[in-house]
Nanobody, 127 residues
Framework: VQLQASGGGLVQAGGSLRLSCAAS????????MAWFRQAPGKEREFVAV????????YYADSVKGRFTISRDNAQNTVYLQMNKLKPEDTAVYYC?????????????????????WGQGTLVTVSS
């Protein structure tokens, strides 16, 4: 399984970016797919998850209302639309895949639950 994240870059506060995560070797519609991020000197933190069962995605409070996670099954790709970006959103963003998927939310927000992750894409938000 390989996950290729892309779409990061430098953006001013209040701007938008869309991250993509292309998967190969596994079908994203059969997995829980999540985005995590890690800022310099900090631990990796949960951002958003879209579950294989469908239904409403789950977000960290810090991004709720600003970020949207979605999935394109035909492209086997997961996206993270990030709007109203803030300097504190600056981090390396990682997409992660959990297969077989767990059903407990507390596990879905824990990076150690996930079986695969990509190389990450850097998002820098300037003030």
């Amino acid at each position: 399984v390989q996950l290729q994240a892309s779409g990061g870059g430098l953006v001013q506060a209040g701007g938008s970016l869309r991250l993509s995560c292309a998967a190969s070797g596994q079908t994203v519609s059969r997995c829980n797919m999540a985005w995590f991020r890690q800022a310099p000197g900090k631990e990796r933190e949960f951002v958003a998850v879209i579950r294989w069962t469908g239904g409403r995605p789950y977000y960290a409070d810090s991004v709720k209302g600003r970020f949207t996670i979605s999935r394109d099954n035909a492209q086997n790709t997961v996206y993270l639309q990030m709007n109203k970006l803030k300097p504190e959103d600056t981090a390396v963003y990682y997409c992660e895949l959990d297969s077989p998927p767990v059903g407990i939310v507390s596990s879905q927000t824990d990076s150690s639950t996930y079986d695969y992750w990509g190389q990450g894409t850097l998002v820098t938000v300037s003030s």
